[in-house]
């Protein structure tokens, strides 16, 4: 499965996890919940964290990153179903995007982290030969 898709599908599972937060406490923005500093916003940083893993395990090019703003980001659209349009949407587009620096940055991270086993794993099978002697020479 390519980066895109991926990342497709995250969008649609955090727009999902936003929503079931929202709904579940009866708000219309997922940062009015009462728990949301210390449940929700952390449960999206591991999400953040998961998605950038599994997007940084299957590419060359590190666009893991994009899975903490992904996540983050997928407030918006629940932001519009739930309180609608209002004057204060690019007051809380410019807060999500000060909430998606730490998301990115552990998505980043777990990217580099799957990326780097990926690599280790590789050399690894390529290198089982090198440095041993051949039994069979005289």
């Not at 500093?37 to 893991?64: D, E, F, M, Q």
Request: hydrophobic residues 55%.
């Amino acid at each position: 499965m390519n980066a895109r898709l991926k990342l497709l599908l995250l969008f649609v599972l955090a727009t999902l996890f936003w929503l079931a937060v929202a709904a579940g406490a009866g708000v219309g923005e997922p940062w009015d919940t009462a728990g949301y500093w210390t449940i929700w916003y952390p449960v999206s940083l591991l999400l953040a964290a998961c998605g950038g893993y599994i997007v940084g395990r299957g590419t060359r090019k590190n666009t893991s990153w994009a899975a903490g703003a992904i996540v983050t980001l997928a407030q918006l659209p629940v932001m519009g179903f739930g309180a609608g349009t209002s004057g204060l949407w690019p007051a809380g587009l410019l807060v999500l995007l000060v909430l998606a620096i730490p998301a990115m940055a552990l998505a980043t991270l777990a990217g580099w982290v799957a990326h780097r086993k990926k690599a280790a794993r590789g050399a690894g099978r390529l290198s089982s030969g090198i440095g041993e002697r051949d039994q069979s020479a005289p």
